[in-house]
């Protein structure tokens, strides 16, 4: 029960009596919403430079150019139209 209080203070700003006073379904409910945004943006954040592996990106294996024997990673993107003389990429 402790943590469910913790929850709801680190959330929405409740005191201990604010969530006790309120209706449980209703901070479950809230909760969810809340860590559904949160998952959202985390998993928008942890994309490199807002790229998704697999939707805008894929990684192949090409010999290097220099030892033919060795294989190097390369990102093929699906569509190149931004990232044409952008140097951060």
């Known amino acids: 029960m402790f943590m469910f209080l913790v929850n709801c203070n680190e959330a929405f700003g ?6 006790l006073d309120s209706s449980y ?6 909760l ?3 860590s559904y945004m949160w998952n959202e943006r985390n998993a928008d954040s942890n994309t490199e430079n807002g790229e998704v592996e697999g939707k805008d990106f894929e990684w192949v ?8 024997t060795k294989m ?17 990429n």
């Open 25 to 30: 379904s209703l901070l479950q409910c809230m």
């Open 32 to 34: 969810s919403e809340y």
């Open 61 to 68: 294996e090409l010999p290097d150019f220099n030892d033919p």
């Open 14 to 19: 409740y005191t201990h009596e604010q969530t």
């Open 72 to 88: 190097n990673r390369y990102k093929k993107y699906k569509d190149v139209g931004g990232r044409i003389g952008n140097s951060n």
